[in-house]
C-alpha cells in the first residue's frame, strides 16, 4: 500500500493524500508516513466483517497506534 500512496503523493505532491482502504491498527504507522489522513472502514466492525456492528476494541487500538505514529 505505501508504494501506491507514494505514487500518488508524487503524482500531485501538492495534494493532501488519504487512505481509503487496508487502514489497520497494526498499518497505521506505515500508512501516515505518506497519507495525511485515513477513512477507516471494515477494520473496525467486529470480526472486521463490513455488515457487523463498530467493535470498540478494535477502534481503541485503532486510534492508539494512530496517536503514536502522529
Do not use: C, H, Q, Y
Request: no cysteine; charged share 25%.
Amino acid at each position: 500500500m505505501r508504494v501506491l500512496l507514494s505514487a500518488a503523493k508524487d503524482a500531485a505532491p501538492e495534494m493532501a493524500i488519504v487512505a481509503n482502504t487496508g487502514v489497520r491498527a497494526e498499518r497505521i504507522a506505515e500508512i501516515f508516513k505518506v497519507a495525511e489522513s485515513a477513512i477507516v472502514g471494515t477494520s473496525l466492525k467486529v470480526d472486521g466483517i463490513t455488515w457487523n456492528a463498530v467493535d470498540p476494541a478494535r477502534v481503541g487500538r485503532l486510534m492508539e497506534a494512530a496517536r503514536a505514529a502522529r
